[in-house]
């Protein structure tokens, strides 16, 4: 398609003039149901996507990514704000973005009665696709997609991730600019996840494509996400490469479970007195901490908690990871998010 060529034909020094593949500029949404209270499910979120780049929205359940998804994707309007992609304004010119753009939604989109390529086929006619290309494309899918051998079964019969990557591959089928993948692995089995987070990585690499993909899981950003931005209750909370924000925290995590029978304010307290150490937080009956040098500031964290009468019941030290990143930004860690919801 023809923006892909463009873009993969650009010379490197005119990198900084190609414009981003996706633009999203103080988006705001508000859910105003009746008889219910209004929802603000996006506060004013703006960031922009280079493009031939796989960009990560991370945020807890309810954060607000599938609502900054949909008005990207052009199935929603935002309350105000705009955003602009594949090179088409999404309020302007909804249809052209639509046809610039693959999106693959958290639920399948496949027909479960039909064979895969049967499905490949309905998807690539419903953009326009005919003839022997029509035919081509799903071929050349399949093949990507290790589906060769399954084409002609009901999808019904295929498993999680075999449904997942017909997902994927049916929203390339018109060879689109850009792909939104909502949350793709929620749900498949660590070997599946592998296999998707492998491919992901092949088709902005190799085929230059754009990739924005939401997640919840920490590990899926950090290792596929070149640019992310984390969202929070509607709000970017920040952005930059996985490095980046790791790096911005100096210093490794501490983390010490603290025994049922010992007080969890006087741990805290003890780690507080220690030199060295800053941002502690308590989260249940663990305390984490950020020291300089982990290991050597274990035995330390060991005898002032002993000398303050505090039993442990396990220590650990680690380098900072996006849940610290999450920590520091929200005062809180990602899982206590998911568990209580975003708002
Ligand atoms: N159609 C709707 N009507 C009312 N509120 C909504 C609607 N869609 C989403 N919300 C609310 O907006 C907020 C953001 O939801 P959104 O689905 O964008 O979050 P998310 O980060 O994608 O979470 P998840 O990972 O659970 O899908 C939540 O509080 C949600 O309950």
Redesign the pocket.
């Known amino acids: 398609m023809a923006v892909r060529h463009d873009q993969r034909r650009a010379p490197e020094h005119a990198a900084d003039t190609i414009a981003p593949a996706i633009q999203a500029r103080e988006l705001v949404k508000t ?1 105003n ?1 009746r008889g219910a209270d209004p ?1 603000h ?1 996006l506060g004013g979120i703006s960031f922009s996507v280079e493009q031939g780049t796989v960009f990560g929205l991370l ?1 807890p ?8 998804v949909k008005i990207l994707t052009t199935l929603t309007t935002p309350t105000s704000g705009t955003a602009t992609v594949a090179g088409h304004d999404v309020l302007r010119h909804p249809d052209r973005v639509r046809r610039g753009i693959g999106v693959v939604t ?1 639920g399948h989109s496949t027909a479960p009665e039909a064979t895969g390529r049967e499905n490949l086929l309905l998807a690539g006619r419903i953009h326009g696709l005919r003839g022997q290309d029509v035919h081509r494309r799903a071929d050349e899918l399949l093949g990507t997609f290790g589906l060769t051998d399954a084409a002609n079964r009901i999808v019904k019969t295929y498993s999680g991730g075999m449904q997942r990557k017909l997902d994927v591959a049916l929203g390339l089928m018109h060879r689109p600019a850009v792909l939104f993948l909502d ?1 793709p692995t929620t749900g498949l089995d660590p070997q599946a996840r592998a296999e998707m987070w492998a491919e992901i990585s092949r088709l902005s690499a190799e085929e230059g494509l754009t990739i924005l993909l ?1 997640t ?1 899981y920490l590990e899926e950003a950090d290792r596929l996400a070149s640019q992310l931005a984390i ?1 929070d209750s ?1 709000r970017l909370i920040t952005t930059g490469t996985p490095e980046q924000l790791k790096s911005e925290l100096r210093g490794d995590a501490v983390v010490a479970e603290i025994a049922p029978e010992s007080e969890i304010s006087s741990a805290l307290q003890a780690i507080e007195r220690l030199d060295g150490t800053r941002e502690s937080t308590v989260d249940g009956r663990t305390v984490r901490a950020r020291v300089d040098h982990g290991a050597s500031a274990v035995p330390r964290v060991l005898a002032a908690l002993e000398s303050a009468g505090v039993g442990v019941a396990s220590i650990t030290v680690a380098r900072p990871s996006l849940d610290d990143v999450y920590l520091r930004h929200t005062g809180r860690t990602f899982a206590s998010a998911e568990d209580g919801g ?2």
């Open positions: 859910y149901a929802v499910a945020g359940n309810g954060a607000g990514k599938s609502t900054t958290q949350e939401t919840h969202v509607g975003a708002r």
